[in-house]
């Protein structure tokens, strides 16, 4: 199982890459804004994305419809640092799977990501 | 008889006989399948009004341990209370039994509650944390009944903090229950267990119902009999029929009645958003509306959210009818758990109450057909969150306060705090109201003109809070400030412009009244201390201060002038060798050390250089402020000389801003001595600095000198400038 880290910082990339360890992908690659993302995807094809929403070059929610037309099956993890719920609804609105609030702790990340396979 | 006959006579009734047989028959089986169908649907009727019973719980533990602790405020007795609590404590009980060993459980209403025990893993083990939940909580729950009359806040205090902590949990679990119930129909009703039942009872009737046939054939003649024996039982099995249906409508007027009674709003919707026939009657409380049913719930939403939180809702009860989304996801982004909502007010305005709403899909045949809605009044639990809030800060700002003069003399605070008063009134009596209403029409100078005091009084204040490092209390009247700036900066001004000064007015005022509380406690404390006398030395109550004390004036404007010094890049040295506010009158000396503050600053601000630029123009790095006691040549009045060595008064500067803002002519202003042009610094508004800052440099402050030193006491100022070298004033009051 592949997963693609989208996010503008550097910092969170790694916290993500690092929590992310325990999921045991095995391949795990990241992008810092959403236009670098869709290039990414294209030739990676992952499973999970984690995706923040405001970013340079495409925003969060754009990235993710064009990354559902690319993969339908795909699984998104939006992360966001907006409280605001109407980003969250957006969110799942054009598709995303989960919805992860900013700041998030490890066993947050992970439950998020594991409840992304429940039936 | 002949034989052929007689066989026909035979045969006759046996064909009679056979036909009502198989009629029985068949009418006996479908009885019986709808006897197991109606015990089924009453079962699962029963655990889902359990899972409602377990939904309302953690609502009424946090309303049974309200409503005590409000009883025990308003000194009610809470006996009623505590009998209420302590029946709905062993229901609970009930409950617990219920969904583990198959109990009967009695509600409130007195009807008997047969709920199957939970058997599948999630269930049982969701009932388990439940029971875990709760007993500690009933710990707690019978030490309160225990306590009867001599209820203890903190134990109440204590329970209900315990109840709202699980109390999400506690609607998770009913959520879970009923799902679980749900799913163990859905099977059942599917699977091969019903199509068993109905196979086995047709085949149990039908061969019961044989025996009758056998005792037929051998015993023809009492055919008869045996007919209208069925036809009795047939009677019999209808009478048991109305009677079932009796029961289904006694049942459905039960729930009614639970409908009638929670203390939730419980609603169902279907996809386009119609609310369904039986919704709780809380529910029209909640929304103020009657008849709800057949109601589009989102035309109800459209007229209490905001047009963005409609939005918002519309597409969330799209996903949450869309089959394909996981309900956990969109469980988990609900937009409505807390949401602001406005009501109008039929006296008038509006209402604003919160409401916190929960969701449930109810699935049928692997489709969400409808979607189960909770709906709750949370308004008080948002307040009371937002006061806690408030409160929280309140401390927070208390706790500044407290450090700001705790390195302070007390008698400097209460002459900061008393002084502060003296301006908070002046600017309560320059805007008050029936003045305005007079004042406001189209006279704009007479408004200005109040602006002006304001400010003064403001900068003032400001001015002794950064004497005496009150850094709160100076970051509050710059932001004041600030206020008037924007309406001096207005072209033109009516009375309500003036709303957000009066408002910065009395927020000050609160300020300087929590400090003067503090202030007075800090007292106590520092009386209770024991070692008060070294403190209170200073603050001698009959005003003769000891000589340390115009030391502290020193100290005090030296440490100003450090910080002002730190935060420009200047450097200045204060000397004030001789000096001492001792020599003027009691009553004036607060006055000389607004005086001296506000001389200070502006030195700082305006005067001095930076050290580079003084080293360029022949004068040593560091500048100095002399300040000198003397007397005035003609008057023979007691004062001091003010030196500083800077730049001094910036002459052409002046010239042209008196000019620009058209207090002298070109024409004066050629005829006009340095000296006489230097003491234009003193009008109304008058400021030659470029930007404003934190140090001075608002167009106020030599004004007030000259008004309370001149015109106030009867005093004289003078100011004698050498350009780019040296600015000296003099200030003298009488004896």
Known sequence: MKLLIVDD??????AIERFANKFQFDEIRSANNGANALKEFKNFLPDVVTMDITMPEMDGLTCVEAILREKPEVQILVISALADKSTAVEAIKRGASGFLLKPFTEETLITSLEELFEE | MNKKSSLLNLLKPIGWGLLAVSFLASLYGIFHYSNILRR????????????????????RWIAFLGSIEIARRDGQPVGD???????????????????IIAAPVKTITGRILNIRPVNTPVGMSVAQELQSIWSPLEVKIQAIIQNGENQNPEQLAEAFAYAQKHSKRVIEISDILSGEENIYRDQRMAGPIILRYILVSYLTAVSVLLIPIILLMGRIRKSNTALEESAALLSQKNAQLAEDARKIEEAKRESDVIMETVQEGLLLIDVKGVIGAQYSRELERIFRMENLAGFNFLNILQRILTEKMYNTTRDYLGLLFDSKRKEKQILKVNPLDVVEVNFSNPEGGFITKYLGFTFRRVVEAGVVTRVFIGVGDITSRVTLERELRQSELKKEKQFDLLLGILHIEPKQVQEFIETAKKDLLEITTTLRAEDFAAASAGKIDELRDRLNVVFRCVHN?????????LVYFQKMADEFESKINQLRNRPSLTGDDFLSIVMAQSDLRNDVEELDEIRSKLGELRIGGGNSTELFKNSDRNGNATQTREDELIVGLRGLVTDIAQKTGKSVRLEAKDFTAESFRSDYRPLVRDVLIQLTRNSMAHSFELPAERTKVGKGREGVIEIRPTKHEESGLNGFLFRDDGKGIDIIKVRERAIAQGLITPEDAQRMAETELAMLIFTPGFSTADEVTTEAGRGMGMDIIKEKIIDECGGEITVSVEPGKHCTFGIFLPN
Request: proline fraction near 0%; glycine fraction near 6%.
């Open chain 2, 40 to 59: 089924e649907l009453e079962q699962h009727g029963e655990v889902r009004t359990g899972a409602v019973l377990v939904r309302t719980m953690d609502a």
């Open chain 1, 9 to 14: 910082s550097t910092l969170i990339r790694r």
């Open chain 2, 461 to 469: 204040i400001k001015g002794n809070a950064a004497y005496l490092k």
């Open chain 2, 81 to 99: 209370i505590l009998k209420d609590l302590k029946a709905y404590s062993s229901l609970t009980n009930d409950l617990f039994k219920a969904y």
